[in-house]
């Protein structure tokens, strides 16, 4: 039942989730449709210059989770660590399979 009033009790967290949910949707039907034409963003990232790109977006993941992950509390089960460590091993997955791809691809 908690699911239904979700958007009159936590306005800003359920706008925030469908607009990440909209931003993804969105990106993957652009990268979906640049096959066709090939659209100017994927010929940036995927150029010789997207492994500067993608290891600046692998810098910043470290230092960004390096950092967020020592400010949060560690003890108890109510800790937010959890879900930022999930977050980061998440992100990390793609950013470094992104400079992978941008690295062996060229």
Do not use: C
């Not at 239904?4 to 359920?14: C, R």
């Not at 969105?26 to 066709?36: E, W």
């Not at 230092?63 to 930022?84: K, R, T």
């Amino acid at each position: 039942m908690e699911l239904f009033t979700l958007a009159f009790t936590h306005p800003v967290e359920l706008g925030a989730s469908v607009t990440i949910v909209a931003l993804m949707i969105f990106i993957m039907v652009r990268s979906a449709l640049s096959a066709d034409g090939g659209a100017s963003w994927t010929r940036r990232i995927t150029g010789p210059n997207g492994k500067f790109l993608f290891g600046a977006l692998f810098v910043a993941w470290a230092v960004i989770f390096g950092v967020g992950l020592q400010l949060v509390p560690h003890e108890g089960a109510n800790s937010p660590y959890g879900g930022i460590g999930l977050i980061a091993m998440f992100t990390g997955f793609f950013v470094m399979m992104g400079f992978l791809w941008s690295v062996i691809g060229e």
